[in-house]
């Protein structure tokens, strides 16, 4: 891999990347480590994180808050293409990877970083996330992952921190692996590895139970404008403030958890836990006002390629030539994705009760109306499907003779 002088790594402030500071000065000789740790709305307190790159032998450590960036060009764009990755993981992961990718590339450029650092272990999908993004964006820096090479256990990890001065984990480490910011959590491990266990109560933190969740029913009025959720109940909100108040509010019904089997991008199949409240309720709501607004054959299309772009952007490709050309495909579609969904949120559920687009809806009263407003020429049926049937009876007459 060549050596590298001056590395900025990606920053947590666990145990894992606060190794991989005297880790990569000591066995692969980086001269100075200089660390970055990203606010994506995770609501942990950066300052202790900060002073603890510091700690472990970091040059200089950085912390940036990325929310504004991470909810606008990245979850937003998700939720136009209504992405659910095996129909199912609305990405809250995945999405954050290359816009950390891409601060990672430019704070290397400020500092005259010669590489760039990521904790990632080799057997998930961020280490393909940030080196396929790092590739694209900076093919001149190297990407160190001490972590896929080290062949360290947790024990070791942490007995190696010792040795350097990293302070073991205080409390009983929980035995769950956890990945939070703004759009959500990813729950995994521990008990949670066998995929016939149910998730214990205790690992929720951003919905409640279905029997914790109010009795009375809440209908929620989502405002789209092109295709990007504006306003809440009639109140216009700024991107970061609609997704906060979607979360609290499908969170408090206890909509948005998920437990699946997961096919990961290096062939293994994971058990998953997510709640990502705000961001499924976005989606499914968006996912209706198309169904208003989009012309049939148009909506087929889109819903193929969003399966592909969940995909892509699962699977790393975050910055690659497919995901930009449906890009521009979607971008097109949501010029006529105006208008307002109504969602009934009750005990774990959240159902679309009402759809409205004064500009672009395509439901045309006259035409599906069975009163006596109806305008649909009925007569005119008959003509088409002479044509539409004729294939059939021609084909079904000549096997009938065999
Ligand atoms: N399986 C999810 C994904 O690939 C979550 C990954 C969580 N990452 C982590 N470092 N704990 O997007």
Redesign the pocket.
């Known amino acids: 891999m060549g050596r590298a002088t001056k590395a900025v790594l990606a920053y947590s402030g666990g145990v894992d990347t606060s190794v991989c500071i005297p880790y990569l000065k000591q066995e692969w000789g980086v001269e100075e480590v200089i660390t970055f740790a990203a606010d994506l709305g995770q609501g942990d307190e950066l300052e202790p994180i900060r002073q603890k790159a510091l700690d472990s032998g970091a040059s200089q450590s950085i912390v940036g808050d990325l929310i504004d960036p991470f909810i606008r060009e990245f979850a937003f764009p998700a939720i136009r293409a209504n992405a659910l990755y095996e129909g199912r ?1 609305p ?4 999405l954050a990877r290359p816009l950390i990718a891409r601060r990672l590339v430019e704070i290397a450029r400020e500092v005259g970083a010669d590489a760039v650092a990521h904790g ?1 272990t080799g057997k ?3 280490q393909v996330r940030f080196d396929v993004a790092i590739g694209a964006l900076a093919p001149d820096l190297k990407v160190l992952a001490p972590a896929r090479e080290w062949g360290m256990s947790r024990e070791q990890t942490i007995a190696y921190g010792e040795r350097c001065g990293i302070p073991s984990p205080v409390s009983k480490k929980s035995p769950y ?3 939070l910011n703004l759009l959500g959590r ?1 729950i ?1 491990a521990g008990p949670l590895e066998d995929p016939n266990v149910e998730p214990p109560e205790e690992i929720y933190a951003l919905t409640v139970s279905i029997d914790a969740a109010p009795a009375q029913p809440q209908v929620v009025e989502i405002g789209f404008e092109q295709g990007y959720p504006v306003s809440i109940d009639g109140v216009r909100l700024d991107p970061v403030s609609l997704i906060r108040q979607a979360n609290g509010l499908a969170g408090s019904h206890g909509f948005g958890r998920l437990d699946m089997i ?1 096919n ?1 991008v290096v062939g293994i199949k ?1 058990r ?1 836990i997510y709640e990502t409240p705000g961001l499924l309720l976005l989606i499914r709501a968006h996912q209706e006002l198309e169904s208003l607004t989009l012309a049939a054959d148009v909506l087929r299309s889109k819903r193929q390629l969003e399966q592909q772009w969940a995909d892509l952007v ?1 699977q790393g490709l975050w910055f690659g030539p497919l995901k930009d050309a449906i890009d521009g495909f979607i971008e097109r579609t949501q010029l006529s994705v105006n208008g307002s969904v109504r969602v009934k949120l009750h005990k774990g559920s959240a159902t679309v009760v009402g759809r409205s687009s004064a500009a672009d809806s395509l439901y045309v009263d006259a035409m599906a109306t069975y009163d006596s407003g109806d305008q649909f020429d009925h007569r005119a049926a008959e003509g088409f499907i002479y044509v539409w049937g004729l294939p059939t009876r021609l084909w079904a007459a000549r096997h009938r003779l065999r």
């Open positions: 993981y990405l809250s992961t995945a990632c998930g999908n961020d692996s956890i990945d990813s995994e997961e990961r994971s998953e699962y």
